[in-house]
């Protein structure tokens, strides 16, 4: 008598073993999918798995679903995982890890607020890793989750603001310069001169002002009257009582003053 085959699983079918979180793994390799499964089994506190191996029926399981995790492959035929999500369009009750072999899509997976981006090939003691980060997402009221949550938006809201460009004034009207073009500023009394390339722009303003509101990464005062776009310097010696010289890509030497030695010295050190 022939025995009746085997029945394995459909990729989008739920195992319902025990009580707790629900899962859902999408992609479209069925060994990825397997050993993403073969890790959840071993938390006691997942209950429910599905699985798809396109986007199509992730996004279709997500609206029905009510998972509260989710491992989503980026690249699956069909519609990837960012489409999936966007197609489903639900607000994310629940947390998403990316899963895929390209880095490239990190920046994106936390753009739609991700809990975490594993990269395969990953190690069990990754996933672990993954996982916990997941959990906690999906307990926003837990203590340390506030506290995180808290310092995050602190540090966005402690971060200042620097302008783009700076107005102009002149007999014709209102030009623009934008910041990042300015190679150098002078103080000229009341008035800051601003040398972009050939050009050079009076603005209104003392240079303690300008030197408050200007990016300190990107600009750096050498001189009580002189500050420098960093970017812009090409070479650097060493002049007499401390002071340096500073030579910029257009050729222009720009000497800096006593008092800024310490300054100039981490201008002209590496970072490691």
């Given amino acids: 008598m022939k025995r009746p085959a085997s029945r394995h699983p459909e990729p989008d079918e739920i195992r319902t073993s025990r009580g707790g979180l629900r899962a859902l793994i999408a992609d479209d390799e069925s060994l990825a999918r397997q050993g993403i499964r073969m890790l959840l089994d071993r938390d006691a506190e997942i209950g429910f798995i599905a699985e798809a191996d396109n ?21 699956m035929p069909e519609m990837d995982g960012f489409s999936a999500l966007r197609r489903a369009g639900v607000e994310l009750a629940g947390a998403v890890i990316f899963v895929t072999a390209y880095d490239q899509y990190a920046v994106e997976a936390f753009e739609v607020n991700a809990a975490d981006y594993l990269l395969k090939p990953f190690t069990p003691q990754r996933f672990r890793q993954a996982l916990q980060r997941a959990k906690a997402r999906i307990r926003p009221g837990s203590p ?10 602190e540090r966005i809201a402690s971060q200042p603001t620097y302008p783009n460009r700076i ?19 002078k103080a000229a009394e009341n008035y800051v001169e601003l040398h972009v390339g050939r050009d050079c722009y009076l603005v209104e303003v003392t240079m303690a002002e300008i030197a408050k509101r200007l990016d300190g990464g990107r600009f750096v005062r050498i001189h009580r ?11 650097v010696q060493t002049a007499s009582h401390s002071e340096y010289l500073v030579t910029l890509a257009s050729g222009i030497r720009l000497r800096s003053g006593r008092t800024y030695r310490e300054t100039m010295q981490r201008l002209i050190s590496n970072p490691f």
């Fill in 144 to 153: 340390a989750t506030d506290r995180r949550l808290l310092a995050v938006l």
């Fill in 167 to 185: 107005a102009v004034r002149g007999a014709s009207g209102t030009s623009f310069v934008d910041t990042k073009d300015v190679d150098w500023l």
């Fill in 55 to 75: 986007g199509t029926r992730v996004a279709e399981l997500m609206l029905t679903g009510g998972f509260d995790l989710m491992f989503l492959d980026v690249q």
């Fill in 225 to 235: 009257s002189v500050i420098v776009n960093a970017e812009r310097i090409r070479n």
